[in-house]
């Protein structure tokens, strides 16, 4: 069983797309009515449906949005991604989206992957894809990564469109 954590984000939701078959969670409710949709709050913690693979997609992204509030930003992408690996731990293999902002931004966003990362490079069960920037033209191979990790149980991190040059066509 695949679970897409976040299946309402924008990673998410391309995911599903590709992954029509997968478990999902969602903080909407609305989106509790589509079967195999379960409501989870990386701020509250609680249960998690079983998985064989899990994506982790959900997060707050972006400088300004960490900088506005980092206290939740933190709680959501440092100890909400922890979180998630830990119970998966002997349970499930856990692919989660970093950003290659790890490596040079020193702002709340990039020290929060840069954190998050850390502490999940150390799994034996996590492989992460640490992405540049994601737009609409890409990314569908995005997703095409974070399912081969999944699927193929690939640990460590692998770098994603560093070169991505947005403004090309």
Partial sequence: TELIIGADGYIG?????????????????AELEVRGTHYFDMLKQGPLPPADIVYICAGINGTLTCANDPQRSYRINVDGTIYIAEHYRDKAHVVWVSSTTVEWLVEHYGRQKRTAENHLRM??????????????????DLCDLLIDLGRNRKTGVHLWGED???YAH
């Fill in 13 to 29: 939701r391309h995911m599903g797309q590709r992954l029509p078959e997968a478990e999902r969670t969602t903080r909407r409710n």
């Fill in 123 to 140: 799994l034996r069960h996590v492989g992460i894809a640490r992405a540049g920037r994601v737009l609409n033209s890409n990314v569908g």
């Fill in 164 to 166: 991505e040059r947005p």
